[in-house]
């Protein structure tokens, strides 16, 4: 039998455990550690306190709500001074003096003699003037007098009481004492009050000057955020620009300095003025100043646009909206409106918006057309905007080479009469002979009898560079690339810039990062339409657009690379340009592929059809017969000499050489041969497809392709 044992007593020993010794080390000598004094805190507390942000804009406000009273003061005593005083006449001709405006400064010394005569004159009149007052209180008085008794007359007679001759006589003076008490008990309040008032409407002139130090100004104009553009800003901005001989003569204006302002106008996202420079000053000192200026506005320095109008020693200045340029601009028309057309002739490309925020359309008539700029800053898009404008216009015909080759050409597959996409020496060598057959096309229209007119042939690469820097030669030796006499590429454009307008044979080309080497001066310089993205540096902008236009204002070199995108500056005559200036700065629409797919749609629906001819394999075997009826593709009939010009674009080896014979030979030896229609001999599809059903052994034409 087992026992269970209950201990009662509860063990009041803890179990013991391994002690943790802590060893204290006494250090000989050591000083004792001294507390605080009680000046150095009160001196922390007070300094935090007076740092603290709440008490830093607590005194700013302070400061800057009696400053404002102040000034205000100051302000309204000087419009008082100015207004009783030559002193503005003579301010105004200081200035006009120190601008070396002369005859200026003799209409305000005349404006100052008239009004010198006319207060002279005030002054003389005062000497008479209590005379003439007393004589007229008495006259006033008595009229007044006789008036009253006269009306009581009147109201005697109409009740037969002799009493109401002196009733208006007694209203009037209870009136006037009625008036009188209501000035007594008002006067007493409005002692008090008056001062208030008065310092409060100070205040409200102070304040809207911003008459106050820049430091106990708000955060939000002290940044300049939101800041509105005055006189006062634009002049002190022009005066800390750093040219002495406009520093010192603005100086000279004193308060007139606003005086070489002409008025400033609401332009677009921003505002533009015209700035008269003193003698002495050159537009290109301010010019060469443009991020100065812009950071003296509290602008960045693309926000500010300096350029040159047509008036002497005068430049004008775009000041942006802070943060305006940096916002999207609207689609493009040809994207909201689906039942726009394009007239090559008569109309003008929507491409964008002018900084003003006006429509910015150009031109294309009988222009040739260069766009450059950075790689990745929109090129493409501003270049394929235009040509989808123009292919809306049934009668335009392209030619175009993307020598990129991503695709981004590749709606117009069915509106192009050629179109060839890739980078390598071969999509260089099609593009240059597609280039040459331009030139002889241009060269059939110039021998055309007079008065013959044509169709516009548009002749478009895109990625031009790659032409010029082509190393592949010919097999007479002859390079593609290069800027040579002997260069095909570079012949072939320059032919076209001499001649190909008359004949509405149009060059338009899109390069990138302009080199002498990939964009030969003779070539750029026979643009009639210059236009840059940004670019790096400001040599790169003369050969974009040329010395007239860099030296007129034109910048691209200034504008920023990714943030910029689409914005271009162009150069021509086909765009409205503000009088005076060279260039104009334009933000493009931006249209997507897909956008520029449902455009291209829309223009092949204005159309007849449009076989595109594409590179081919020249290895591959040629069926003639087949390869004319590709190239005649889905129209009804089609010219000899087009038929020959295709077949040497689809396969220069095997048709370069052709000749009309040897076009007739091939359809006679297959029981068709070519027609005559209204005087010149041309193709019929459908006896080109019944010759090949024939040949082919299926009497059904509808069957070939």
């Known amino acids: 039998m087992s026992e269970n044992v209950v201990h009662l007593h509860k063990h009041t020993d803890p179990t013991a455990e391994p002690a943790t010794v802590t060893t204290l080390t006494v250090v000989p000598d050591a000083p004792p550690v001294r507390p605080v004094p009680l000046w150095v805190r009160s001196g922390r507390a007070v300094k935090s306190a007076v740092t603290h942000e709440g008490t830093k804009a607590t005194i700013r406000a302070v400061a800057r709500h009696g400053l404002y009273t102040v000034n205000g003061g100051r302000i309204v005593a000087r419009r008082a001074w100015d207004g009783r005083t030559g002193s503005r006449y003579e301010r105004m001709i200081r200035a006009a003096e120190a601008a070396g405006n002369l005859e200026a400064a003799e209409e305000w010394e005349e404006r100052l003699q008239r009004f010198r005569a006319a207060r002279h004159h005030r002054r003389m009149d005062l000497l008479h003037s209590p005379v003439d007052a007393a004589k007229g209180v008495a006259v006033g008085a008595g009229m007044s007098i006789g008036l009253l008794v006269a ?13 109401h001759v002196i009733t208006p006589l007694t209203a009037t003076i209870d009136f006037i004492a009625l008036l009188i008490r209501i000035v007594q008990i008002v006067w007493g309040p409005a002692l008090t009050i008056g001062p208030f008032l008065a310092l409060l409407a100070l205040w409200s002139v102070g304040r809207k000057q911003h008459a106050a130090p820049a430091w106990a100004l708000p955060a939000n104009v002290r940044n300049g955020e939101g800041e509105p553009i005055t006189p006062s800003i634009v002049v002190k901005a022009l005066r800390d620009l750093g040219v002495p001989a406009l520093a010192r003569a603005i100086k000279e ?3 007139a300095g606003a005086s070489m302002l002409g008025p400033i106008t609401i332009a677009g996202c921003g505002v533009e003025v015209d700035v008269t420079l003193p003698s002495g000053v050159s537009t290109n000192e ?36 802070s943060g305006a340029l940096d916002e999207p601009i609207g689609p493009s028309p040809l994207v909201t409106d689906d039942t726009l057309t394009a007239d090559y002739t008569k109309g003008r490309a929507p491409w964008g918006q002018d900084l003003r925020g006006d429509a910015a359309a150009l031109s ?8 450059t700029g950075l790689s990745n800053q929109g090129k493409t898009v501003a270049l394929r905007s235009l040509a989808l404008w123009l292919s809306l216009d049934r009668s335009v015909q392209f030619l175009m080479g993307d020598l990129k080759g991503v695709g981004d050409w590749a709606m117009f597959g069915g509106l192009a009469t050629t179109l060839i996409q890739g980078p390598t020496d071969e999509h260089v060598i099609r593009v240059t002979e597609m280039v040459e057959g331009a030139v002889d096309e241009m060269n059939r229209r110039i021998q055309a009898p007079p008065g013959t007119t044509f169709p516009p042939l548009i002749v478009l690469v895109d990625e031009a560079q790659v032409a010029f820097m082509c190393p592949a030669k010919d097999a007479d030796k002859r390079p593609y690339g290069g800027s040579k006499a002997n260069s095909r590429y570079f012949m072939a454009v320059r032919k076209i810039h001499n001649q190909g307008r008359a004949v509405n044979v149009l060059m338009w080309q899109g390069t990138q990062d302009p080199t002498n080497e990939n964009l030969p001066k003779l070539v750029r310089e026979g643009a009639h339409t210059r236009a840059s993205l940004a670019l790096g540096t400001e040599s790169q902008a003369r050969m974009a657009l040329g010395d007239k236009a860099v030296d007129g204002g034109a910048a691209p070199n200034l504008l920023r690379p990714g943030l910029d995108r689409g914005t271009l500056v162009v150069a021509s005559d086909g765009i409205t340009i503000p009088a005076g200036q060279s260039s104009i700065t334009v933000r493009t629409h931006y249209i997507d592929d897909d956008a520029a797919t449902a455009i291209t749609d829309r223009a092949k629906a204005l159309r007849d059809g449009v076989t595109t001819l594409h590179a081919i394999d020249r290895s591959a075997d040629h069926d003639p017969l087949a390869d004319i009826a590709h190239v005649i593709g889905d129209a009804s009939r089609l010219l000899t000499l087009d038929i020959l010009k295709r077949l040497a674009v689809l396969n220069e080896d095997a048709y370069g050489t052709w000749t009309f014979g040897d076009l007739k030979r091939v359809l006679e030896a297959e029981g068709e041969e070519p027609k005559k229609s209204n005087g010149r001999m041309v193709v019929h599809r459908a006896h080109v497809l019944r010759a090949l059903a024939n040949r082919d052994g299926d009497g059904s034409a509808s069957a070939v392709e």
């Open 151 to 163: 009306l009581g007359i009147v109201m005697a007679i109409s009740t037969e009481d002799v009493g």
């Open 253 to 255: 204006m004193g308060d």
């Open 286 to 321: 301010v010019q060469n100043k443009r991020r100065k200026l812009a950071e003296n506005l509290t602008r960045h320095e693309h926000e500010v646009f300096i350029t040159i109008p047509t008036a002497a020693r005068t430049v004008r200045l775009w000041i942006a909206d």
């Open 364 to 371: 294309l008539y009988q222009r040739h057309l260069l766009i």
